[in-house]
């Protein structure tokens, strides 16, 4: 049996949707209708080396915690699909996403484009290598400013236009996930589970790599070297306020009345 | 087997769908390409604010491309007719998936050509459109030579033919 849970088609976290969701009902067409091309979607496109590498694209690393986003491609029977299109796009570590219409204020990250490409091999197999988009601050329907979980959009072309996806992927044990209004628009848990990807320590990388950084961090009285600090108290006023918020109760041993022993 | 659910492309995608080549199948002093413009209008009548990006499908091409200014501009060359397995006839025509903010999914919706007229008439997938509303599938002739408009409404009195693929 398939099931598709897919949210309803007016994004209801938008106020833009209901100018945007047409009215009148859809005329249904068979999938024949629709084109198949025999090669890989964009035939026109040239992978570059590095697309599949969002490590590896500026002229030194981005800063973040870097991911192996992998998987397989399939069809609803479990076929592998081979030569699909996935493309991704993301925000940096910082919740910025390179765009001009980007309003966080956020910084960006010099080495960090944020958008991959790649196609799926004779298995259906496709691999990223990314960083930890940081979460942001969304728009959402009543003007709330509410925060997303840490996500990366996605986009696969099969064969035909008729399997046309484009979705996006969250991350295993992120609590934002569920206060985050878009994947809670998916209306049943195993739809949002589909979304979420699963650490995957079998195939996650731990090593260590080169020397100890050649970096002063004491003198030679053994005091702790600085870089340059920012003294000017006008900063904090110019830069976006938002955060996260985490509650920290401490709760001291002892009583409040009598010393340490 | 569940399906993977669709999200919305969100506002945020200009920066990376649209990469070079991507955006048209055929150099554009290639006599056998078609420029193809127009609007992409929501139920006001503005242009999608963050814009929207297209992808236009035919058998032998695609392409993508996306609003700036609620205008896009794809140059395709122009379609063959197709004959299905079952029989049934197709003018040249393209198929349009449509992505903006505020909708969870594509829109999907065809474009055909006003210089097929007969071909146009005996299309099967027009013919399952009420015939007053087959006009808005059929792009309209500027005046320049292989240049045509095309704009997609999303809703209003000429809101566009959506399809809806099963
Ligand atoms: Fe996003």
Redesign the pocket.
């Given at each position: 049996m398939i099931e598709s849970f897919d949210p309803p088609l007016a994004d209801s976290n938008s106020s833009v949707s209901t100018l945007r969701v047409p009215l009148a009902a859809p005329v249904h067409l068979d999938k024949e209708w629709f084109h198949h091309l025999p090669g890989p979607a964009f035939g026109q496109l040239k992978l570059g080396a590095f697309d599949h590498d969002l490590t590896v694209q500026g002229v030194s690393e981005p800063i973040g915690t870097r991911v192996i986003v992998h998987g397989t491609v399939t069809d609803s029977g479990g076929v592998p699909v081979k030569n699909a299109l996935v493309e991704i796009w993301q925000?940096n570590a910082a919740g910025g996403y390179r765009d001009s219409m980007d309003v966080s204020g956020f910084p960006l990250d010099a080495n960090f484009y944020g958008a991959g490409r790649c196609l799926t091999d004779s298995r259906g197999h496709y691999r990223f290598l990314t960083i930890r988009p940081g979460p942001y601050p969304a728009m959402f329907k009543d003007g709330a400013r509410a925060w997303?979980a840490s996500?990366i959009?996605f986009s696969v072309l099969g064969a035909g236009c008729s399997s046309r996806l484009v979705t996006q992927m969250y991350f295993e044990g992120d609590p934002l996930i569920r206060m985050d209004r878009m994947i809670n628009a998916i209306p049943d848990r195993r739809g949002q589970e589909r979304l979420i990807a699963v650490l995957d320590e079998e195939n996650s990388i731990a090593e260590s790599f080169g020397p100890a950084r050649a970096l002063p961090t004491v003198d030679g009285s053994g005091a702790v070297v600085h870089p340059p600090r920012r003294t000017d108290p006008g900063a904090l006023l110019t830069r976006n306020p938002s955060a996260l918020a985490y509650r920290f109760d401490i709760v001291l041993r002892g009583s409040a009345a009598t010393p340490f022993e | 087997m569940i399906l993977t659910p669709a999200q919305t492309c969100?506002p945020?995608f200009g920066f990376a769908m649209t990469p070079p080549d991507i955006t048209r199948t055929v150099a554009e002093d290639d006599p056998a390409a078609v420029v193809l413009e127009g609007m992409v209008l929501d139920g006001r009548g503005d242009h999608v604010d963050y814009g929207a990006f297209l992808e236009l499908w035919s058998r032998e091409q695609a392409c993508r491309v996306r609003t700036l200014e609620g205008r896009f501009r794809a140059v395709v060359r122009k379609p063959e007719p197709v004959t299905l397995p079952g029989g049934n006839r197709l003018a040249p025509h393209l198929s349009i998936f449509l992505f903006t903010r505020g909708l969870a999914g594509p829109l999907v919706t065809k474009v055909y050509f006003p210089d097929e007229e007969q071909a146009n008439r005996s299309d099967a997938i027009l013919r399952q459109v009420p015939e007053a509303r087959r006009p808005l599938l059929i792009a309209q002739p500027t005046g320049v030579e292989r240049h045509l408009r095309y704009d997609i409404r999303l809703q209003g009195e000429r809101e566009s033919v959506f399809f809806s693929i099963d």
């Amino acid at each position: 049996m398939i099931e598709s849970f897919d949210p309803p088609l007016a994004d209801s976290n938008s106020s833009v949707s209901t100018l945007r969701v047409p009215l009148a009902a859809p005329v249904h067409l068979d999938k024949e209708w629709f084109h198949h091309l025999p090669g890989p979607a964009f035939g026109q496109l040239k992978l570059g080396a590095f697309d599949h590498d969002l490590t590896v694209q500026g002229v030194s690393e981005p800063i973040g915690t870097r991911v192996i986003v992998h998987g397989t491609v399939t069809d609803s029977g479990g076929v592998p699909v081979k030569n699909a299109l996935v493309e991704i796009w993301q925000a940096n570590a910082a919740g910025g996403y390179r765009d001009s219409m980007d309003v966080s204020g956020f910084p960006l990250d010099a080495n960090f484009y944020g958008a991959g490409r790649c196609l799926t091999d004779s298995r259906g197999h496709y691999r990223f290598l990314t960083i930890r988009p940081g979460p942001y601050p969304a728009m959402f329907k009543d003007g709330a400013r509410a925060w997303r979980a840490s996500h990366i959009h996605f986009s696969v072309l099969g064969a035909g236009c008729s399997s046309r996806l484009v979705t996006q992927m969250y991350f295993e044990g992120d609590p934002l996930i569920r206060m985050d209004r878009m994947i809670n628009a998916i209306p049943d848990r195993r739809g949002q589970e589909r979304l979420i990807a699963v650490l995957d320590e079998e195939n996650s990388i731990a090593e260590s790599f080169g020397p100890a950084r050649a970096l002063p961090t004491v003198d030679g009285s053994g005091a702790v070297v600085h870089p340059p600090r920012r003294t000017d108290p006008g900063a904090l006023l110019t830069r976006n306020p938002s955060a996260l918020a985490y509650r920290f109760d401490i709760v001291l041993r002892g009583s409040a009345a009598t010393p340490f022993e | 087997m569940i399906l993977t659910p669709a999200q919305t492309c969100g506002p945020l995608f200009g920066f990376a769908m649209t990469p070079p080549d991507i955006t048209r199948t055929v150099a554009e002093d290639d006599p056998a390409a078609v420029v193809l413009e127009g609007m992409v209008l929501d139920g006001r009548g503005d242009h999608v604010d963050y814009g929207a990006f297209l992808e236009l499908w035919s058998r032998e091409q695609a392409c993508r491309v996306r609003t700036l200014e609620g205008r896009f501009r794809a140059v395709v060359r122009k379609p063959e007719p197709v004959t299905l397995p079952g029989g049934n006839r197709l003018a040249p025509h393209l198929s349009i998936f449509l992505f903006t903010r505020g909708l969870a999914g594509p829109l999907v919706t065809k474009v055909y050509f006003p210089d097929e007229e007969q071909a146009n008439r005996s299309d099967a997938i027009l013919r399952q459109v009420p015939e007053a509303r087959r006009p808005l599938l059929i792009a309209q002739p500027t005046g320049v030579e292989r240049h045509l408009r095309y704009d997609i409404r999303l809703q209003g009195e000429r809101e566009s033919v959506f399809f809806s693929i099963d």
